[in-house]
C-alpha cells in the first residue's frame, strides 16, 4: 500500500533534549512538509522540501532542523532551542510542480517535560 | 485520544440531517482550495477540493461551493452520519504552488 509512515506515534522525552521525528512517503512524491499542530490552531508549516538535498524554512522554523537525502524520507529534528516543543506533529507530501492535494501521515504526538 | 482543536467552532447535527461548514479564506489569488477531514489522534483526510474556475463541486455526498466575491468556501454533507464527526478544515492555496494555508478548523459532532 501507498503512503505515508510516521514513528513513534507518541514520543516523550526531557526538556534540554534533542529529539528526531520520522517520516517515510513511498507514494514518489517530489515534495514534502512537516507541520505542527495546536489545540485550536490550524497546521503551522515548520520545514517544507521540493526536491532532494534542499528544503526551506516555514513560518515556525525556528528551534526545528531537517534533512532530505532521500526522496522518501524527511526527518524532523526538535532541537532544545525550541521554546515550547510539545504538540502533534505531521508529515505530509505531494507531487511537486503546482497546486496539489498534500497526503498526510498519521501524526507524532511530541511530550517534553 | 490526541485533544486536537479544544476551542474550535462546533456544529451539532443529528443523524440524517444535512451539515454546512463554512470556511472564509484570507487571499483572493487562492486558485486552488480543499476540505479535510482530521479524527482525534489521527493525520488529515483528503475530502474534496475545487479550483478557482469552478463554484461548485460534488463528490459522494458532499459538495464544495466556492464564493469567489465573497471569499468563502463551504463544505455541505449529505444525511450525516456518526462516522462523520470530526474536525474538518479548510486549505487554500495563495501562491500557486504547493505551499498550502490551512484554517484552524471546526469540530462537527453528529448526535444519534
Known amino acids: 500500500d501507498g503512503g505515508i509512515t510516521q514513528s513513534p506515534k507518541y514520543l516523550f522525552r526531557k526538556e534540554g533534549q534533542n529529539v528526531t521525528l520520522s517520516c517515510e512517503q513511498n507514494?514518489?512524491?517530489?515534495?514534502m512538509y512537516w507541520y505542527r499542530q495546536d489545540p485550536g490552531q490550524g497546521l503551522r508549516l515548520i520545514y517544507y522540501?521540493?526536491?532532494?538535498?534542499?528544503?526551506q524554512k516555514g513560518d515556525i522554523a525556528e528551534g526545528y532542523s531537517v534533512s532530505r537525502e532521500k526522496k522518501e524520507s524527511f526527518p524532523l529534528t526538535v532541537t532544545s532551542a525550541q521554546k515550547n516543543p510539545t504538540a502533534f506533529y505531521l508529515c505530509?507530501?505531494?507531487?511537486?510542480?503546482?497546486?496539489?492535494?498534500?497526503?498526510f501521515g498519521p501524526g507524532t504526538r511530541l511530550t517534553v517535560t | 485520544g490526541e485533544s486536537v482543536g479544544l476551542h474550535l467552532p462546533t456544529l451539532s447535527v443529528q443523524e440524517g440531517d444535512n451539515s454546512i461548514i463554512n470556511c472564509a479564506y484570507s487571499?483572493?489569488?487562492?486558485?486552488?482550495f480543499i476540505w479535510y477531514k482530521q479524527e482525534s489522534g489521527k493525520g488529515p483526510q483528503f475530502i474534496i477540493d475545487?479550483?478557482?474556475?469552478?463554484d461548485k463541486r460534488q463528490g459522494q455526498r458532499v459538495t464544495v461551493l466556492l464564493n469567489k466575491t465573497v471569499k468563502h468556501l463551504s463544505l455541505q454533507i449529505a444525511a450525516t452520519q456518526p462516522g462523520d464527526s470530526a474536525v474538518y478544515f479548510c486549505?487554500?492555496?495563495?501562491?500557486?504552488?504547493?505551499?498550502?494555508?490551512f484554517g484552524a478548523g471546526t469540530r462537527l459532532t453528529v448526535k444519534p
Open positions: 475545487i479550483r478557482s474556475n469552478m
Open positions: 522540501s521540493q526536491i532532494v538535498n534542499d528544503f
Open positions: 507514494l514518489n512524491h517530489d515534495a
Open positions: 486549505a487554500e492555496n495563495p501562491y500557486n504552488n504547493n505551499d498550502m494555508r
Open positions: 487571499n483572493s489569488a487562492s486558485d486552488y
Open positions: 505530509a507530501s505531494s507531487p511537486s510542480g503546482g497546486a496539489y492535494e498534500q497526503y
